[in-house]
């Protein structure tokens, strides 16, 4: 079956970086673009980047935008998420997902804490 498993969270301080990975099994990783979501206490879920399935195109919400990179491995069936410059707004937890459509796969979750 599908499954999307997530790490790297943590706690860290403002202005550090964490570097985010999921990896995924039970389908044809390679073929299929992948995101990462992300949502906050009392907050809707909200998409942070997206890659295509080469890796060769990202886009990125406007919040992200110059501090977070999102690439992927695809011999490793891997997606990552490199965040720089964490502020404490982006306290949240980090989902990784597989966007087909009306039956999207998720991760369970990993949780990103940033305070001082």
Same mark, same amino acid.
């Given at each position: 079956q599908v499954q999307l498993v997530e790490s790297? @969270? @943590?706690l860290v301080q403002p202005g550090g970086s964490l570097r985010l990975s999921c990896i995924a099994s @039970?389908?044809?990783f390679r073929n299929w673009a992948m995101d990462w979501y992300r949502q906050s206490p009392g907050k809707g879920r909200e998409l942070v $980047?997206? +890659?295509n399935s080469k890796g060769r195109a990202t886009?990125? $919400?406007d919040f992200a935008r110059d501090r977070f990179i999102i690439s992927r491995d695809n011999a490793k069936n891997t997606v990552y998420l490199q965040m720089n410059s964490l502020k404490?707004?982006?306290t949240a937890v980090y989902y990784c997902c597989w966007p087909i459509g009306s039956s999207n796969y998720w991760g369970q979750g990993t949780q990103? +804490?940033?305070s001082s």
């Open positions: 790297g @969270g @943590g @039970g389908f044809s $980047a997206t +890659i886009h990125y $919400a404490v707004e982006d990103v +804490i940033v």
